[in-house]
């Protein structure tokens, strides 16, 4: 990208926050279908809706975003993802839930709201230790799981709406928390605007989100899809948060999803917490990437073509050797990375993943079947493709069997994916 791209009049549209036109593209990664939609043997005979996976970046905030070609109640009504299927993840979570404990000083006394719980893999530690809970989850066959742990969960979308229902019933949070779910929202000034309301006036609030700089710098593009509407640099989260009077006071960076940010907020009136030295340290490695100006987000398209060519290589080469490959996992991102590079089953024979939900059905768009993680035992496969490279050494650890096999294993990795494989071969 060394150019805005002129799009007519008529068709630009607004930044979801700031409203100004959209008219730089950041990279454009082709058509894809919704990636958590994984299609049953029975929709085989049938197509699928793809949308364009265009991505801009507004040349006021910085907001990088796609459009909105799907409701979010269409995508995230009844959804596929159980975060507890991580141990990662859940470990991740245990650990938070008694570092805020602590920081806090949360009771039993004190109430904590998570937006977007998912099945209760974050707040059961809370439960666990005392402290209430409410859950805000708007896919009912996922809530349903939460609530089974004990965790209460009340199944709507959030934002103003809900927000000032449970504060008119005296339900405000000394601890409001989203994970992964501030690039989920299409309505972001609603939804901020809510957070605002249900965070009492000395809470915190706590959000983690990937970090926009480890998105380009690492080359993660495959974790652009259509259930991601924007992409967060600190510099725009604290612009976001300012516009609705709260106030960014402390940052950490987090190894999850490839590079993370959790950020600390409350009130902006609130004299409690003062702005830490994190916030304008990492504020400044931002400008110095240029995350303040069209500078920093002009290249990121060309590395992603350059990866495409090379993940396609060395698949072409491997399938001329006739080796055979499949993949681990069937994350959101493998949707992504599969279609705008167009490999299908010729090319990766099948998936695994230890989700039920998504055993016996097919990878969006590329239709590669997706098995249980003993498939790989039955088929000893010359290459194993981690998909959700997030969880690299998780995976790696659930594959020592492979040593079992007599095979040295090596391991390739590159921007986007990580390879196991029989033989002594470097790919980066």
Request: hydrophobic share 35%.
């Amino acid at each position: 990208m060394t150019a805005p791209v002129d799009i007519p009049r008529q068709v630009a549209r607004p930044c979801r926050f700031c409203g100004t036109s959209l008219r730089r593209t950041f990279v454009d990664l082709g058509m894809s279908p919704l990636c958590e939609t994984y299609p049953s043997p029975d929709d085989l005979n049938r197509g699928e809706v793809y949308y364009p996976l265009l991505v801009y970046v507004c040349e006021q905030c910085f907001l990088v975003q796609l459009e909105e070609y799907e409701s979010p109640e269409s995508i995230f009504s009844h959804y596929p993802y159980f975060s507890s299927y991580s141990d990662s993840w859940l470990k991740h979570s245990e650990n938070y839930c008694e570092k805020m404990i602590g920081r806090l000083g949360l009771s039993e006394k004190s109430l904590v709201i998570e937006v977007a719980s998912n099945d209760g893999y974050l707040l059961q530690y809370f439960v666990r230790r005392g402290v209430p809970v409410l859950g805000i989850e708007p896919a009912a066959n996922v809530a349903k799981v939460a609530v089974q742990k004990g965790v209460p969960s009340l199944v709507r979308f959030f934002g103003t709406e809900v927000a000032k229902e449970l504060a008119a019933q005296g339900r405000r949070a000394d601890l409001v928390l989203g994970n992964n779910v501030l690039a989920q929202v299409p309505n972001l000034n609603d939804f901020v605007a809510g957070l605002k309301i249900v965070l009492k006036p000395e809470g915190v609030l706590t959000l983690e989100f990937p970090h926009l700089l480890r998105l380009i710098e690492e080359n993660e593009f495959d974790t652009i899809y259509h259930e991601h509407f924007s992409y967060f640099s600190l510099l725009t989260t604290i612009r976001v948060m300012e516009a609705r009077g709260l106030k960014v006071f402390d940052v950490e960076e987090l190894p999850t999803h490839g590079g993370s940010l959790r950020v600390y907020v409350c009130h902006a009136d609130n004299q409690t917490h003062e702005v830490e030295p994190s916030v304008q340290r990492l504020s400044n490695q931002e400008k110095q990437a240029g995350l303040d100006s069209t500078r920093g987000y002009e290249g990121f398209a060309t590395q992603v073509k350059e990866t495409k060519i090379a993940l396609l290589e060395f698949l072409l080469s491997v399938a001329r050797e006739e080796k055979s490959v499949a993949g681990y996992g069937a994350p959101g991102k493998s949707a992504t990375l599969l279609n705008y590079c167009g490999i299908g089953k010729d090319l990766i024979e099948y998936t695994v993943d230890r989700s039920p939900y998504k055993q016996g059905r097919f990878l969006p768009g590329s239709r590669i079947p997706i098995y249980h993680p003993e498939r790989i035992r039955e088929t000893k496969p010359d290459y194993i493709i981690i998909l959700p490279w997030n969880l690299k050494d998780e995976i790696m650890e659930q594959l020592q069997f492979i040593r079992e096999w007599g095979r040295p294993v090596r391991r390739a990795d590159s921007k986007t994916h990580s390879l196991l494989s029989e033989r002594e071969r470097e790919r980066a």
